[in-house]
């Protein structure tokens, strides 16, 4: 069955959510994600000292951000893909049976990658690039396929096909770095590690969590989206401005190149401000009534992706100072505080709802008792992990910029906490899973055809 839900410029948009997949597709991504989240809290406690040196060819440092950034941010979107593509775009997924390959592909490559940066163990590293290239191949193509079958073209499509594209760009020239270590023939490849983090940071996860947020926020705020026009040209213009920063410091000579890349990065700057509005603007015109936990997240995560907005133009238009330590602060509230801040809120209320959408769309027995999806992820304990995570990753940001070691700790401690009571509440939704003894076995129905 068809629901409606308030869409852009004021039309009525409509989602399928019996075109989902099966619980088994994306629970296991987000089972996986949180497992490396808890992972990494445990390395930023207990080297914290270590972490606050610098960030070149630094172990403890490279371990944390690929636990992040592959480890729980890309295994998140995956599942989060996987789930939304068919929803919102009136499809099936092109390989239904793909995902769990993938999720082993993916798996085990995170775990080479870590082990061999942690052990400094190059062929390790370049055999884990191996393994999560080869299921990012996977993953491209499935979506690829999906997004062209798919009824609906929607800012959603253009932003995981763009993220698509540009997340095999940085495990492509990730999977490079890595043999770089190993044969050296990039030399010190400082270009080549900036473009992946430019493909990394500002295609894949930005470009896919913005176009993500407008599809959902509006959702779980109840508040009108911002006109289509405006998030086509938001989505479209921060799909662009990566290449064409990468492609002007490659192909432009010397001060052109580094013209070029920088106009590129205000204008991801102004997109990004833009999108920052918009959040705002939605806020306002929800209804009076406290915020939902994802959408409290979201609050924060858009305040943190304002500071990085201010504090990158500052850096492009040399106001603020330049040097490693500003460097590895403003990293940190990039990935910690922005991304970090707005995938722990979703995904609060996406598994809930997965969740709830497999185990509880239909009764299985006369008696049973249907949990609302606030019961299910409650509120006093999105509370608690907001209130730990927020102040923690202000302590870590300004640590990183201190060089102390010990402030980080501290503000480690806090997240740690933070992602204690986000794992356990989130273990609980995914026990929902769990039929009673004598209840029957999936409902007919639940399970769209060819899926």
Not at 340 to 368: A, D, K, N
Request: proline share 8%.
């Amino acid at each position: 069955m068809a629901e409606k839900r308030p869409g852009s410029g004021g039309a009525r948009e409509t989602i399928y959510p019996e075109r989902a997949p099966q619980a088994a597709v994306p629970v296991p991504f987000f089972a996986a994600a949180l497992v490396a989240l808890a992972l990494l809290e445990i390395v930023m406690v207990l080297r914290a000292e270590a972490l606050v040196l610098g960030w070149r060819h630094n172990p403890p440092v490279l371990v944390a951000v690929h636990l992040f950034l592959l480890g729980w941010g890309t295994t998140l979107i995956f599942g989060a893909a996987y789930q939304m593509a068919p929803v919102v775009l009136e499809g099936s997924l092109w390989r239904p049976d793909w995902p769990r390959l993938h999720l082993w592909l993916h798996g085990a490559g995170v775990a080479a990658l870590v082990a061999g940066f942690w052990l400094w163990q190059p062929l390790w590293i370049a055999s884990g690039g191996t393994l999560v290239l080869a299921g990012a191949v996977l993953f491209a193509l499935n979506l690829a396929v999906t997004l062209r079958q798919a009824r609906r073209r929607n800012p959603v499509g253009l932003g995981m096909a763009g993220s698509a594209l540009y997340l095999l760009l940085t495990v492509g020239w990730g999977w490079t770095l890595a043999l770089n270590l190993r044969l050296g023939f990039l030399g010190l490849a400082v270009d080549a590690l900036v473009q992946h983090m430019v493909f990394g940071l500002a295609g894949w996860f930005t470009l896919m969590i913005v176009a993500a947020a407008y599809q959902l926020i509006p959702m779980f705020a109840v508040a009108p989206p911002p006109p289509a026009r405006r998030v086509w040209w938001v989505t479209g213009g921060l799909a662009a401005a990566p290449a064409v920063a990468v492609l002007s410091l490659a192909l432009l000579p010397g001060a052109a190149g580094d013209l070029g890349a920088r106009l590129a990065f205000l204008a991801e700057a102004g997109l990004l401000a833009a999108f920052v509005l918009d959040v705002w603007r939605m806020l306002r015109r929800r209804p009076p009534r406290p915020m939902e936990p994802p959408v409290r997240f979201a609050a924060a995560a858009v305040a943190a992706a304002a500071l990085t907005v201010a504090w990158g133009v500052g850096l492009l238009l040399g106001l603020v100072p330049g040097g490693v330590r500003t460097q590895m602060a403003f990293a940190a509230l990039v990935l910690l505080g922005w991304i970090g801040t707005m995938s722990v809120g979703q995904l609060y209320r996406i598994l809930p709802f997965v969740v709830w959408l497999h185990r509880f769309r239909h009764r299985r027995t006369p008696t049973e008792r249907i949990p609302f999806l606030h019961e299910m992820a409650p509120r006093p304990a999105a509370n608690w992990i907001l209130g730990l995570w927020v102040p923690g990753v202000a302590l870590q940001v300004v640590d990183f910029g201190l060089g102390h070691g010990g402030v980080l700790r501290l503000g480690s401690l806090a997240a740690a906490a933070a992602v204690a009571v986000f794992v356990r509440v989130m273990v609980g939704v995914i026990r929902h899973l769990q039929v009673p003894p004598g209840a029957p076995g999936e409902p007919p129905g639940l399970r769209p055809e060819g899926t």
